[in-house]
């Protein structure tokens, strides 16, 4: 939207500057209005453009479509959680601790002391260890992962605050 409201600034800038160039002034007037007529247009079409219903990337607004979305994201998030310790580690740990300072405010670069304290007060010392981001393995990715009753136990605990 600021590209297209700059274009039509420039545009408008720029048909006065040349209509002022002429040796006949008259038509000054008639150019600034054209090229304001042309910005107005460009973003006029730049808006409607922007709230078209079926949008650029395919996806519709329509409530079906969100729930299918909806739930294959869920599915794909119980898959990593039934999955190996690395997929744990790349998929939903990040999220999870990404959720957790949102949801209490604590942001770990600030104080890490802080941060740890309140998580292993809000999930305990067990699910702490697969929500914390510090406790990525670097090696032996291959365990298995905590499973979906994990999972459940983080999220509650995160609905809860």
Not at 19 to 37: E, I, K, Q, S, Y
Not at 103 to 123: E, I, S, V
Request: net charge positive; glycine share 6%.
């Amino acid at each position: 939207m600021k590209k297209a409201v700059a274009a039509g600034f420039c545009i408008v800038v720029g048909a006065d500057l040349l209509a002022l160039m002429l040796p006949d002034r008259r038509f000054v007037l008639l150019a600034a209005g054209a090229a304001v007529a042309l910005a107005l247009v460009a973003v006029r079409w730049y808006l409607v453009r922007e709230t078209d219903p079926e949008r650029a990337d395919g996806r519709s607004n329509d409530p079906a479509e969100s729930l299918r979305r909806w739930l294959s994201r869920t599915q794909t998030l119980i898959s990593w959680s039934e999955a190996t310790r690395s997929d744990w580690d790349r998929h939903l740990r990040p999220m999870l601790a990404r959720q957790f300072e949102m949801a209490t405010g604590q942001k770990q670069a600030k104080d890490r002391a802080a941060f740890q304290a309140t998580g292993q007060m809000l999930f305990g010392d067990q699910l702490w260890a697969w929500v914390d981001p510090q406790n990525v393995a670097r090696i032996g990715g291959r365990e298995p992962g905590p499973g979906r009753v994990a999972l459940s136990e983080i999220l509650q605990c995160l609905e809860q605050l």
